[in-house]
């Protein structure tokens, strides 16, 4: 089965799972940076992986290829928050009462674990205000903001989390 349409099909049982409160928490990696796999349908024949590491050209392809990539997963990730939001629930709609990570393991190509791009959307049932932009000091641990989201979730165990999470990050919630 092509990997996009497998993609939009996951994306698209997470949003029903939602809707039908089979669960309320969702892990979800279409792949990873260190994935081989090519998407013929970007018109590519190089990997992710590969073109981070060359400023998005490589062999054959065009420049800035790499940006088809990104805007290929920022997509895939529009599209679920459209299903949540087509969903009513309550006084608002599924994506008020979720909160949606989006990112990448590393910052850029070279492997480093700094100025890593991420995105939250959804108000998390009220607690974060979306349409910000926010931005930490440098060597801020990403582990903080996972703490901040379990946290976030309802969990009263969690105290720390991974390496560097030892508090919540600031300013999330309203």
Not at 155 to 166: E, H, R
């Amino acid at each position: 089965m092509d990997v996009t349409l497998r993609a939009k099909l996951f994306l698209r049982l997470i949003a029903v799972a939602f809707r039908c409160d089979l669960t309320r928490y969702v892990s979800f990696a279409l792949s990873n940076g260190f994935c081989s796999r090519t998407y013929p349908d970007l018109s590519t024949l190089n990997n992710y992986h590969q073109l981070t590491h060359t400023g998005g050209h490589y062999g054959p392809d065009p420049p800035n290829v790499l940006m088809k990539f990104i805007t290929y997963y920022a997509g895939l990730y529009a599209a679920l928050l459209g299903e949540l939001k087509s969903t009513t629930e309550g006084a608002g709609t599924l994506l008020d009462n979720c909160l949606i990570y989006y990112g990448s393991e590393l910052g850029e190509g070279w492997h480093t674990c700094t100025s890593m791009p991420v995105v939250l959307a959804g108000r998390a049932g009220g607690r974060i205000v979306p349409g910000r932009h926010l931005v930490y000091a440098p060597g801020t641990p990403l582990a903080k903001l996972f703490l901040a989201i379990l946290q976030l979730a309802g969990s009263t165990k969690s105290a720390t989390f991974g390496m560097g999470g030892d508090m919540p990050l600031d300013g999330l919630t309203s």
